[in-house]
């Protein structure tokens, strides 16, 4: 009797412990299988995230080819402006100094005259010296102008416009100063005593005009 | 009054000496005590002006030596003064034209203060009683550019914003 009840809890017993292990292989069977479905999941993901960062460096490459391109056609741009505005204010500068030697010729003061010619030559070469160095402080400048642009278009637009205009006078002031300097070392060394004379008794001709005398 | 012998003056430098000279003789003659003043006045004074001077005392005859000198230095000091800035040392010839000019078309009594400065190139600048121009080429030149400038400038803008 004993025996047979040992044998049926035993019995019993095993077949209850072959439940739980049977529960067990299944959640373990499935917990393996939303392992493998995570997994999936996540590497799906990488494979995304990797992709669009592809892209999104594919497309800032593409961007910075063109602000390049645009970098460098806006440098030739300019060069050929700057050239273009240096050539012109050269001329201007000639223009008005002729001018001015015309005027005074007109005023009958015979020296001058003989010296327009070496006024062109002093002026010329003296443009031509301070032209070269602005050149080279422009293509300075341009390279560090270019540099910004790379940083951003937008801006550096207007730092090449104050750029230019802060070219421009430049230009204009060396130009004045080398027009001053020129006259008053060709001028005032070539007039004679008696067209000095003429000049000061034109400027008191002109005082007692204006009222001042 | 003096109108002969002021004539003589045609820059400040020949007026401040004439002064000088003046201050001098008044002393002098304090101190001669007698001794013949048309010979001090010689003596102390330029060979043209002391001729006139003694000219006009002879038509003149002022009662006192020294207050007739002391109303020619007051006379002196009050003639305007037309300041000209030139480019030029000038010679004398050039202070005659000048002082020609202003003795004919403007007054007999201004007297010429010459100064020399060689940047305003050539031409002069003018200052005469609270007044000044400025007609010298350097001025002239300045305005020329900068007129010219202007225009360049404005070109510029329209090259710019065109």
Known sequence: MDNQIILFAATLLTAVLGIIIGAVAYSYKKLITKYYVLKDEIERRDAQSKQYSDQVLKEAQARASIINQNAESYQAILKRQMDEQITLASQNYQAAYQQIIDTLKNESIKSIQNISNDIKTDMNSEIKNVLTSLQDEMVRTQTSAIATLKQGLAKSEEDIKLYKQEMYKKIDQSILLIIQNVSYKVIGKAINLEDHEDLVLNALTSAKRQGII | ?162
């Open chain 2, 1 to 162: 009054m003096y109108e002969n012998i002021l004539s003589i003056l045609k820059t400040k430098q020949q007026a401040d000496l004439l002064v000088d000279d003046l201050v001098n003789l008044k002393t002098l003659t304090y101190k001669s005590n007698g001794k013949n003043i048309n010979d001090l006045i010689t003596q102390n004074l330029g060979i043209e002006t002391a001729q006139e001077v003694i000219k006009f005392m002879a038509t003149n005859k002022p009662d006192n030596f020294e207050d007739f000198i002391e109303s020619l230095i007051k006379a002196i000091k009050s003639r305007p003064v037309l300041t000209l800035t030139i480019a030029f040392e000038p010679r004398v010839k050039s202070i005659d034209r000048f002082h020609g000019w202003i003795t004919q078309n403007v007054s007999k009594d201004i007297i010429l203060d010459i100064e020399v400065d060689q940047s305003i190139v050539g031409g002069a600048q003018i200052t005469f009683k609270g007044k000044y121009a400025d007609y010298s080429l350097i001025n002239i030149l300045e305005h020329e550019l900068n007129k010219n400038a202007q225009q360049y400038y404005k070109m510029l803008n329209q090259k710019e914003n065109g």
